[in-house]
T-cell receptor, first 111, second 110 residues
């Protein structure tokens, strides 16, 4: 059981480039989340989804877009990368109250 | 605005002693508080939780205390072990969202 899989694990982008961070889960969880963690900071919610076809903004959505066409996949899109988006990105799912499962993260550097 | 505050960025504790990690919150409406543990280069993993109707929850070496009048949450680890060295996050949960504190880095000293 793979749980939550994030790809890539590492990426370096140039300013203005775009990329998609992939997140796939095999637990059939309805709720999925994207967080970013900056050095010395807690995780901040970017976007979340309560089910296929439904997405909503979190605390820090600017500069990002998401889609949820299937239960399994919740990709995060950066259209015009900026240095402020240098961070570690975590995808997570939730089934019941205790059922939060996190991926291992994607470390993104924008130069 | 819902906020969860972990005011101690780091904590060092001797192996075998008690570790106490603290969390304050500002909003009284919540379903659960959760504690997550995070090792470097890994995603956070669930540790223990407490519902709004309880004031204590215990699981092995880990005990979480909830003081609703003070809006304060604490995690006790007894006895502390080397593998407990990690960053601990306090999470607030209500409806669809979970809000993280900044985390406390716990160092267990030999």
């Amino acid at each position: 059981n793979a749980g939550v899989t994030q790809t890539p694990k590492f990426r370096i982008l140039k300013i203005g480039q775009s990329m998609t961070l992939q997140c796939t889960q095999d637990m059939n969880h309805n709720y999925m989340y994207w967080y970013r963690q900056d050095p010395g900071m807690g995780l901040k919610l970017i976007y979340y989804s309560v089910g296929a076809g439904i997405t909503d903004k979190g605390e820090v959505p600017n500069g990002y877009n998401v889609s949820r066409s299937t239960t399994e996949d919740f990709p995060l899109r950066l259209e015009l990368a900026a240095p402020s988006q240098t961070s570690v990105y975590f995808c997570a799912t939730r089934d019941r109250i205790y059922g939060y499962t996190f991926g291992s993260g994607t470390r993104l550097t924008v130069v | 605005d819902q906020q969860v505050k972990q005011n101690s960025p780091s904590l060092s504790v001797q192996e075998g002693r008690i570790s106490i990690l603290n969390c304050d919150y500002t909003n009284s409406m919540f379903d659960y508080f959760l504690w997550y543990k995070k090792y470097p280069a890994e995603g956070p993993t669930f540790l223990i939780s407490i519902s709004s109707i309880k004031d204590k929850n215990e699981d092995g070496r880990f005990t979480v205390f909830l003081n609703k009048s003070a809006k304060h949450l604490s995690l006790h680890i007894v006895p502390s072990q080397p593998g407990d060295s990690a960053v601990y996050f306090c999470l607030w949960n209500r409806d669809d969202k979970i809000i993280f504190g900044k985390g406390t880095r716990l160092h267990i000293l030999p």
